[in-house]
């Protein structure tokens, strides 16, 4: 990402799209007169951020039907919840804003204890508050212990939720950091690396229960936006949505990867001359690829292994997934494969987009 993300223990302030660095008052003046013609909450904006924080319709879904153990609140007037948390720096500004666009009312550095309150205020809107997007990041942290039971009341009350974490590598963290020249939030006396190291620790339980982890290491604020917008913006809800991912192994595993598959099993075409200049994109590059022993084998059993997983994530709520293919270099047997099993999907009935993360760096 182009542009830096970092949160201070500031006074809330209105997110400021397309920008993860804290705005005054007077940046903020042109988007006074939208903001009065919001329901009336305080809303705090990411004083810092990334340029990679994402999250609104890219891939997060929307949820439908819950209900609140409330008298006389309509069902339909519950409003669908999404928690945007992740790594300072890593974005979470952006995906807010993101959301913001799309027409959710966003709350930031809200206290764990009030998402409720805050749900519950949604539901008296009479429809006027539809969805709700609450970021919760290390400036509350004397909050944060809170969260975990502030899910568990929503659960107890049918709300159902959706939590979207924003990561980063470390290098790219303290890129950032350093270059809009602020401390990280938890780094104290020590250096910025012993606050991120602090914060991953922070997060950790919080990561693994995420409905959807976007790593924005190599993204830009406009590639973050796409990733939220893909993910929210729709007007139904998919039964997955899935993202499969080309890239090289000696560039590193992408750290959003649920799935991960390995195609260094099927000869190179790098070292055929007359290929070797061409991407897995190009029909001739393909089609040497599935040509070898083993390719479409393996297209066909992966494609049914993933009709299983399929089934057993919606089972367990979880409705985004991110399908890794690698190779040596992230151009050629990756690439054409990602592609092939992404039209399968499809096919099948899965909305589904690919992100070819490494090709052209050659």
Not at 329 to 342: P, T
Request: glycine share 8%; hydrophobic share 40%; aromatic share 6%.
């Amino acid at each position: 990402m182009t542009e830096n993300e970092q949160e201070e223990p500031a006074a809330p302030r209105t997110t400021d799209a397309g920008s993860d660095v804290s705005h005054t008052a007077e940046t903020d003046a042109p988007h006074k007169e939208a903001r009065e013609n919001r329901p009336q909450w305080t809303a705090a904006a990411d004083p810092a951020g990334g340029a990679d924080d994402a999250e609104q319709k890219d891939g997060a879904e929307v949820n439908t039907g819950t209900t609140i153990d409330k008298a006389g609140v309509p069902e339909a007037a519950i409003p669908e919840l999404v928690i945007i948390s992740g790594m300072s720096g890593a974005g979470r500004s952006t995906a807010a804003k993101c959301l913001e666009d799309l027409g959710w009312f966003v709350v930031d550095n809200l206290p764990p204890a009030l998402i409720p309150t805050m749900v519950e205020l949604g539901a008296r809107s009479q429809g006027n508050v539809a969805r709700i997007a609450v970021v919760v990041d290390v400036r509350g942290r004397r909050f944060f212990d809170n969260l975990r039971e502030s899910l568990a009341d929503l659960e107890t009350k049918h709300v159902t939720r959706r939590i979207v974490f924003l990561e980063s590598s470390d290098d790219a963290l303290v890129r950032r950091f350093e270059g809009v020249r602020r401390p990280h939030p938890l780094q104290g006396d020590g250096r910025i690396v012993d606050g991120i190291a602090a914060e991953r620790e922070l997060l950790r339980e919080l990561r693994g229960d995420a409905d959807l982890v976007i790593d924005t290491s190599s993204l830009n604020v406009h590639e973050l936006r796409a990733k939220m917008d893909a993910q929210f913006a729709g007007e139904e809800e998919p039964e997955l949505r899935a993202t499969v991912m080309s890239f090289g192994f000696k560039y590193g595993l992408p750290v959003d990867a649920d799935l991960v598959v390995d195609m260094r099993f099927l000869p190179n075409p790098h070292w055929v001359p007359e290929l070797r200049q061409y991407t897995g994109l190009n029909e001739e590059v393909a089609g040497y690829v599935f040509n070898q022993p083993g390719a479409k084998e393996f297209l066909d059993r992966y494609a049914e292994l993933l009709q299983l997983i399929r089934t057993g994530y919606r089972r367990e709520g979880k409705r985004y997934v991110t399908i890794a293919v690698g190779c040596t270099g992230g151009k050629h047997r990756s690439v054409a494969m990602s592609e092939k099993l992404a039209a399968r999907l499809v096919s099948e009935g899965v909305e589904t987009v690919v992100v070819h993360r490494d090709m052209g760096r050659e």
